[in-house]
Every structure is written in C-alpha cells, then in structure tokens.
C-alpha cells in the first residue's frame, strides 16, 4: 500500500474533499512534495490537530 499519495487519492481515503486536504496540510505544515503527501504524517498530524481543539475551552 502506498504511503506518499496525491491530495485527490488522500482525499478519497480520509473521506474529506481535495482542497480541504491541501487546506489542512497548510494548516498543519505537512509538506506536499512532488505532489504527493505522506499519509501517516498527515493523519498524525490531524489527530493531533483534533485532540488539541478538543482541549480548548469553547
């Protein structure tokens, strides 16, 4: 299984739409090289994203 995918094949596998993948990586500073994201990084990176909203007061 490929571990470094375009932002339309992320997309399809994290179920969100392509340009909220690029918008998320930005956000999160994960790299987009050669037009491919690594996918362990950026779902690490999300759960952490998530957990820290989570911890914010609303």
Do not use: W, Y
């Not at 050669?34 to 820290?52: E, P, W």
């Amino acid at each position: 299984m490929a571990n470094h995918l375009t932002p339309t094949e992320l997309a399809d596998e994290v179920d969100m739409k392509r340009q909220e993948v690029i918008a998320r990586c930005v956000q999160m500073g994960v790299p987009i090289l050669h037009g491919r994201i690594d996918k362990t990084l950026f779902q690490s990176s999300l759960r952490q994203l998530t957990k820290q909203a989570e911890r914010r007061p609303a």
